[in-house]
């Protein structure tokens, strides 16, 4: 190993031999994304920007006086911000509809153009022709439907004035559709993706959205009809007694009647989970969900489905299935480091094995997953959970979800509110230890209260409580247990497989790195840190190029790569470079050689598979974090904009662990050091953690008719309340 002239060059500590592969989730939905490499220079001078717009549509010709959906995508920011314009006719709406002039435009060629609001010097383009009519006229049936996941539904065309009938199916755009959004066969009969889509509602909050079938005409592209699909998730229906979990449900009184503006508004979440303890069953969910954050009272009545998913936010037609028993004090000082609530079941109103809805492991006839019970006992203890690790919940509002934890040992802060308004006591708590699921599109608003489990073993891991809009948080199930005390064991049966992470949506522990952008300037300073120890560098026996490029740690900042030999043993390749960070690029031969630019960099990045954002690492990585973690962990939490921090796995160098820091997009915050302690940081930013975003309980109003406000009573039924 060649020795370094200057002690700024950190060092890593494990071998490459000791590395394996693993990631974090408090933030929900973007999504963002972690981020794969953009170029700059080295010896050239470097792009003004490394951001790009792309622009698509289904097709290239519209009809006069007809619509067309554009859609655009932004590489290089997790931005995906654009404004729309149209040169040649037509109008084009801010979500990219465009509506063709009455008469054909001269000459006929519109272009229509996104430009990005990240950086305005940005822009992608798309030309389509108008055309004065089309003989070949499309529809579909049915227009609109509403099919639970897993399920089936037939969707038949119709094509008049061609004797060429036949079309093309198209799922939100993708020909065939996709494990995502659910598949549709060439005779138009769609399957339903195993979870309720999601999307971000730009206020930090994860909801969810409807999917769109197409069908175009083979005969003339130009002519096309679409049905807008709501996948609504079994979870979200009113059971049949005994209920089985993962269900909509929460406390009876879980509403406010707001006699000034004239409305009823009402929350629910999701039934998790069945525990036992001193003989007895209770139902296991979030004090949020079955004690109003800390407003309900020991004896609430508990109900299925909730107020949420009842015609009148009233009680009407619903099951009181238990009464709340104990719950933690959220407010309490110091925290009591769980958001958790029990209700004792009324015997013959819940199922007694525990069993989950979507949670086993075979299948019905039709081929959707039958409910199954959790593994029993006490779950996985914190101390054994594993970064990488696969996981799935099955909740009140999106259904069954699948993916992977991202990070352990996180101390974060989440924000609630009293009242199922928001009007109330507004506040916030500190937890500690607690374990992040990435992808915000694990769960939306109503599926607090959910039991996470294994994938490979259905075994309790967490009890979901909050997120943001890219990711979820849960609570230990060791820390929930021990809370309650009295041998506290989850009812459940042998360990097994969740059949349904791979029917028809595949687990989403693989998703790949999306680019973001850094500005320039930071590639430039990286480029001239690169060039000053480039001989030091290159030294490395395993090193076969020296580029420079984006990180995947820290999205916002550059990072000089390494483009290594792959399965040559790692001689302690530096962490960080007067500051800046490292990744790590393993291939048996690379194209290139020697320091490289930004350009070829890239170009040598192509050449290789797409990053994970989890990786696994070793206990003995998860050990060296420990350390780092607790001796930094309190300082970096008092920094503003901070909002957790845990231990997750890198992407700049699979098979390492870092320092995972949640950072609050927007906020401005102190900048994150490259390495602390030895160890890579990595920074995660999303909204705000709160018990009122994704993860959390959903919240409805009913407006009431002026002559029949006065006869309303609070929690009872009126058939004048409408949705």
């Known amino acids: 190993m060649p020795a370094l002239a200057h002690a700024s060059l950190e060092r890593l500590v494990p071998p490459k031999e000791h590395m394996t592969r693993a990631t974090i989730g408090l933030f929900f939905l973007p999504i963002v994304l972690f981020f794969s490499g953009c170029s700059g220079s080295s010896s050239t001078a470097p792009p003004s920007s490394l951001l790009s717009v792309t622009v698509t549509a289904p097709r290239s010709t519209v009809v006069v006086g007809q619509t067309l959906t554009f859609t655009a995508t932004v590489a290089g920011t997790n931005n995906q911000a654009v404004t729309w314009s149209v040169t040649g006719g037509g109008t084009i709406s801010n979500i990219g509809v465009y509506t063709a002039p009455a008469t054909v435009p001269n000459p006929a060629k519109v272009t229509v153009t996104a430009t990005s609001q990240a950086d305005t010097t940005k822009s992608g383009s798309f030309t389509v022709t108008v055309v004065s009519s089309s003989a070949v006229q499309v529809s579909v049936q049915p227009a609109t439907a509403s099919v639970s996941d897993f399920r089936t539904q037939q969707f038949t065309p119709t094509v008049t004035g061609s004797s060429n009938t036949a079309v093309t199916w198209q799922v939100n755009g993708v020909t065939g559709g996709s494990q995502k959004f659910g598949f549709i066969s060439s005779a138009g009969l769609f399957v339903a993706p195993s979870a309720v889509p999601t999307k971000s509602d730009g206020q930090g909050n994860t909801i969810t959205t409807t999917l769109t079938i197409t069908a175009i005409s083979q005969a003339d592209s130009t002519a096309s009809a679409t049905s807008a699909v709501t996948i609504v998730p079994e979870n979200a229906n009113t059971e049949p007694v005994p209920v089985e979990l993962g269900t909509t449900g929460g406390n009876a009184h879980d509403f406010v009647n707001n006699t000034a503006k004239n409305t009823i508004t009402c929350c629910g979440g999701t039934l998790g989970s069945l525990v036992t303890r001193g003989g007895l069953q209770y139902i296991l969910s979030d004090n949020h969900i079955l004690a109003r954050s800390d407003g309900a009272t020991v004896g609430d009545a508990i109900i299925q489905p909730g107020l949420i998913d009842t015609a009148t936010c009233t009680t009407a037609g619903t099951t009181t299935v238990a009464n709340l028993s104990q719950f933690s004090n959220l407010q309490a000082s110091p925290s009591q480091n769980v958001d958790a609530a029990i209700a004792q079941v009324i015997t013959g109103k819940v199922d007694p094995a525990g069993k989950i809805i979507y949670l086993g492991a075979s299948v019905d006839a039709n081929g959707v997953p039958v409910a199954g019970a959790p593994q029993a006992g006490t779950g996985i203890p914190a101390s054994s959970v594993a970064v990488g690790r696969a996981v799935a919940k099955s909740g009140r509002s999106t259904g069954l979800t699948c993916s992977t934890i991202e990070a352990t040992n996180i101390s974060t ?131 076969q190029a020296v580029g420079v490029g984006q990180s995947y740690d820290s999205p916002k900042e550059a990072a000089i790569l390494f483009f290594v030999t792959q399965g040559e043993s790692r001689t302690n390749l530096p962490t960080q470079v007067d500051g800046v960070r490292t990744r790590v690029i393993e291939q048996p031969l690379f194209a290139k050689r020697g320091a490289i630019s930004a350009e070829d960099s890239a170009m040598l990045e192509k050449s290789v598979a797409a990053p994970q954002l989890v990786y696994s690492v070793s206990d003995a990585e998860m050990a060296r974090a420990k350390v780092v973690h607790t001796a930094h962990v309190e300082a970096l939490m008092k920094q503003t904009g901070v909002q957790g921090v845990g231990i997750g796995s890198s992407v700049d160098s699979p098979g390492e662990a870092v320092l995972m820091i949640f950072t609050i997009r927007g906020v401005p915050q102190d900048p994150i050091p490259a390495v602390i302690d030895g160890l890579r940081t990595r920074v995660r930013e999303s909204s705000r953690f709160r018990a009122g975003s994704a993860g959390s309980e959903v919240q409805r109003a009913c407006k009431l008719p002026p002559v029949k406000a006065a006869s309303i009573k609070p929690g009872t039924a009126s058939p004048t309340i409408k949705r």
């Open 413 to 543: 802060s989440v924000d609630y509110t009293v009242n199922c308004d928001g009007t109330g006591t507004k506040f916030t708590v500190n937890y500690s230890n607690q374990i992040g699921v990435i992808g915000g599109d694990f769960s939306g608003e109503g599926d607090s209260g959910s039991l996470i489990v294994t994938q490979d073993t259905a075994s309790p891991l967490a009890l979901l409580y909050a997120g943001s809009d890219t990711d979820t948080v849960g609570n230990p199930v060791a820390d929930v247990l021990n809370f309650f005390g009295n041998n506290t064991l989850f009812v459940g049966g042998a360990a097994h497989t969740v059949v349904g992470c791979s029917l028809p949506t595949a687990p989403q522990s693989a998703k790949t790195v999306v680019p973001s952008s850094v500005a320039s300037q930071v590639i430039q300073q990286a480029t001239a840190t690169r060039d000053l120890h480039a001989a030091e560098l290159l030294a490395y026996p395993e090193v």
